[in-house]
């Protein structure tokens, strides 16, 4: 089965390391891959290391490209599904579904689509009309899939599998007159809580916690971005007190050198940086907002505090430094937990016939929140 993925960002992202997953999970004699996406941007080098077949012709900047030339774009998009007659496009972002379907007229080639951001669950809901040509929407949790305000029998919902591997070592205390390390991982945006975790820190500080050091890991989408929050640290005062990381691919050695995660999105899709942190092993203190707080109750993983609440979350770091050995063991315990029911198989499984049920024409509605067992 060929499958084209049109995959508009070519950042690495959540969604783009997802799609990676299942394409390096579904590779082989019954899935074959190509992905057209921008170029240079970091997402083609790991599918060139993963031997998936690649072309360019995207742009990450179309909001500032002519009509004519997103014309053109377009264009090379259509050729290269004519040449490659795909059994199924794989949308990776649901704000390319209206261009999907102006050049798709005529090809009656079945289209599935991932829902990853909610970004994309409300441009759905805002555009039903670009829903016709999609077999299956895949949400990445129930908040996602209702903000999007899908029909039933297009719905999947699937918490992501993952290969988790062996457990990262146990988080040591730091050495005598070392800080404490509590970190934040993924791009830096307000959606992703950045201006929570400034002010928790701020209030930490003020109260005398002088041994942490705020890590942070990842930059924002653009450079501007990034200098907003580097001069939003200096103009707080906490240049000291913060590591500003900037982007890594190492993801298990950047957690390793943290005693603490903090997650505080407040509408987080699902959270792939909790998935993160439990392979880890670090323990992470979560926002019990969106797809994340849904993930982390229904798995009962991570420490839940409100969204939006600075002086909250500064208080649970606060806690978790009282008794930073109990909290630590009672984590990686539950991790433990999340590792058996997050395996990849199942996961895939469900992907697969997602795929293929598109492939034959068929719609699909599935769900998938890990494999549950009676001892648990």
């Not at 975790?197 to 003020?206: D, H």
Request: charged share 25%.
């Amino acid at each position: 089965m060929n499958i084209f993925v049109i995959e508009p960002s070519g950042r690495l992202y959540g969604s783009e390391y997802c799609l990676l997953d299942v394409i390096r999970g579904l590779s082989g004699s019954d899935f074959r891959w190509k992905v057209m996406l921008p170029l240079g941007h970091g997402f083609d080098t790991l599918l060139r290391e993963a031997g998936v077949a690649i072309c360019g012709g995207l742009r990450t900047d179309l909001h500032k490209v002519s009509r004519w030339r997103k014309v053109g774009m377009y264009w090379n998009l259509r050729r290269e599904l004519l040449q490659s007659k795909p059994d199924v496009v794989y949308v990776n972002q649901a704000g390319m579904l209206r261009a999907v379907d102006g050049l798709m007229r005529g090809l009656k080639i079945p289209v599935v689509c991932q829902v990853q951001t909610l970004e994309d669950a409300r441009f759905i809901a805002r555009h039903p009309e670009v829903q016709r040509r999609v077999r299956a929407f895949i949400c990445n949790s129930r908040f996602i899939a209702a903000e999007a305000g899908l029909p039933a029998s297009k719905q999947c919902i699937l918490y992501q599998g993952v290969d988790f591997g062996p457990m990262g070592p146990k988080p040591a205390a730091p050495r005598a007159g070392e800080p404490w390390r509590v970190g934040i991982l993924g791009r830096i945006a307000d959606s992703k809580g950045h201006p929570v975790f400034l002010a928790a820190a701020a209030k930490l500080v003020a109260q005398g916690l002088t041994k942490l050091r705020f890590v942070v890991i990842g930059e924002g989408l653009t450079e501007g971005d990034t200098q907003a929050f580097y001069e939003a640290v200096a103009a707080a005062g906490l240049t000291d007190y913060f590591e500003l990381r900037g982007y890594r691919r190492d993801v298990p050695g950047e957690l390793a050198r943290l005693q603490l995660v903090v997650i505080p999105s407040p509408a987080e899709p699902l959270g792939r940086v909790l998935l993160d942190a439990c392979a880890a092993g670090v323990p992470a203190i979560v926002s019990d907002s969106g797809g994340l707080g849904e993930f982390s109750r229904d798995l009962d993983i991570g420490i839940r505090v409100p969204p939006n609440e600075p002086s909250l979350l500064a208080e649970a770091v606060v806690k978790f430094l009282r008794e930073p050995e109990k909290a630590t063991e009672a984590f990686r315990q539950r991790a433990l937990q999340v590792h058996r029911r997050m395996r990849p198989g199942p996961y895939l499984a469900k992907m697969a016939l997602i795929l293929r049920n598109a492939a034959a024409g068929r719609n699909t509605a599935v769900e998938w929140f890990g494999e549950t067992h009676e001892s648990e």
